[in-house]
């Protein structure tokens, strides 16, 4: 099955089975933590406690605020059990592709990869516990599940949600435009990110239009998120002691040049992206629905 409500099946059925499938896919990769290809498993079991975070913001108000807020904590908890390893792998990835942009040997800013790789072998060793621990908490979540309460949920309460994850996203870019801070822009990543998947899970209200959207929003959020990493790997460097201080300064300002681009870039997408009103944009979604021979109600 796939992560969208399928056409003609009763809404809130399917968001119980979507968040199971995605459950079942995360614990499945969990079996090759600690092996060679735990690099590959840690991202798929990110991505699908991202999807399952972002089906739970759909169902919020039906949900309860009290269920809602402690398995996000739960699930925000598990994901940060992975992080370390993710974000070393990543950070070593980002220099390669900024030393490579700009032309330069492979052998280049061999202190700062050999910091990273230290880096690594320590987040790895460290999460070894934690990630036991997180996987536990995703078999718990399997036995929790039954127990949310999905029934008022139909495709009307979700497009009203879907709206106030856009309204969000788009208060988000106002934001970062009037103060442009690393942590803005992360912000403002997080609720384009949830657009996205949102997006998907809604896909067949107007499969043609929910795809553009999706896709848009999957482009902006890439952006968005290059641009987190840049500024997540500048952050690692300014604390490294042990990086060369000529390593530092060069590798610092090829960084820094990268990110007033991809800024701009993230901006102008993000303007267009967000053109329409939330209200608007609402409104589209509750005609599509009105439309969808799904059922509204479970």
Request: proline share 2%; charged share 30%.
């Amino acid at each position: 099955m796939s992560y969208r409500i399928e056409r003609g099946k009763k809404p809130a059925s399917e968001v119980r089975r979507i968040v199971r499938e995605q459950l079942d896919r995360a614990l499945c990769e969990s079996a090759a933590l600690g092996g060679v290809g735990e690099v590959k498993a840690v991202h798929g079991i990110r991505k699908r406690i991202k999807k399952i975070r972002a089906v739970l913001r759909l169902v919020k108000k039906e949900v309860g605020a009290e269920l809602f807020h402690e398995e996000n904590r739960r699930l925000r908890s598990a994901s940060c059990s992975f992080s370390g390893v993710r974000d070393a792998n990543v950070q070593l990835q980002v220099l390669e592709k900024v030393r490579d942009s700009a032309g330069l040997e492979a052998g280049a800013f061999a202190g700062v990869i050999s910091y990273l790789m230290r880096e690594r072998e320590d987040a790895t060793e460290r999460q070894k516990t934690q990630q036991h621990e997180a996987v536990a908490l995703l078999e718990s979540l399997q036995d929790r599940l039954d127990g949310w309460l999905l029934d008022p949920v139909g495709l009307e309460t979700l497009c009203s949600a879907l709206e106030r994850t856009y309204r969000k996203g788009r208060d988000c870019l106002r934001h970062a435009l009037d103060h442009q801070t690393a942590e803005n822009f992360h912000s403002w990543r997080k609720h384009t990110k949830n657009v996205w998947y949102q997006g998907r899970m809604l896909q067949e209200l107007n499969p043609e239009v929910m795809c553009e959207i999706s896709e848009a929003a999957d482009r902006l959020g890439g952006h968005l998120g290059d641009l987190h990493d840049l500024a997540f790997l500048r952050e690692s460097l300014v604390s490294a002691g042990v990086v060369t201080v000529s390593e530092k300064e060069v590798l610092l300002g090829l960084i820094c040049a990268r990110e007033k681009a991809l800024e701009q870039t993230a901006v102008d997408l993000g303007c267009r992206f967000y053109a329409e009103k939330p209200g608007a944009f609402g409104r589209c979604l509750l005609r599509y629905a009105g439309d969808s021979p799904s059922t509204r109600q479970a």
